[in-house]
């Protein structure tokens, strides 16, 4: 229980740290919050910055995600516990991600973090969920119709290939629920017709 728990504090206050933020803050001297879609992501800082800066948000919120969940898997292995780990520490990371104690609970909506996560609990569904994410953004340039389907796929995928832990089922059926609840606003926009397309500049 207190290894669990100390996943969950670690995992959550590094995925608080945000990229999106960190960047536009110290090289381009604005908060991203405050321009676009006022959400701290990669696609907003994409629409609003441009490619220059993009390679520090991803290294940024990849690794953040990447070092809990290798923490976690490590620490629990010892009960033969590496799945189940690294899936409650993604889920955790994605939580930080999109409510950061550092930034008044008002961070990004989780993708990649969701996106580099599911490579380490079966790297089939990171197959699955990214090739259906990036087709679905080439075909209707919406980056969050994608996402909803890839927190939708993420948990069935699992439960289709077979995965043994309920307690995996229940950590990644939590992350797709995050991120697709993360994007309910963007659901409201897509179904309206008023959702903001994807610019490939």
Request: positive net charge; charged residues 15%; hydrophobic residues 55%.
């Amino acid at each position: 229980v207190l290894d669990f728990a100390l996943v969950a504090v670690v995992a959550y206050l590094l995925g608080g740290i945000n990229g999106a933020i960190i960047t536009s803050k110290y090289f381009y001297k604005k908060d991203i919050r405050n321009y676009g879609s006022g959400n701290a992501g990669l696609t907003n800082f994409y629409r609003v910055f441009g490619k220059y800066g993009l390679a520090l948000v991803l290294a940024i919120d990849i690794m953040k995600t990447v070092v809990p969940v290798v923490f976690a898997g490590l620490l629990l292995q010892r009960y033969g516990m590496w799945l189940e780990g690294s899936a409650f520490a993604g889920f955790f990371a994605m939580l930080g991600h999109a409510y950061p104690v550092y930034y008044e609970f008002k961070g990004g909506k989780a993708v990649m973090a969701g996106g580099t996560l599911v490579w380490f609990v079966d790297w089939r569904v990171g197959i699955i969920v990214w090739s259906v994410f990036a087709i679905a953004v080439l075909l209707t340039r919406h980056v969050s119709l994608g996402s909803i389907l890839a927190g939708l796929l993420y948990p069935v995928c699992m439960a289709v290939l077979g995965v043994d832990s309920a307690f995996v089922l229940i950590m990644v059926s939590l992350s797709g629920a995050l991120l697709i609840y993360r994007h309910k606003d963007n659901i409201k926009r897509i179904i309206n017709g008023t959702e903001s397309k994807l610019t490939f500049r």
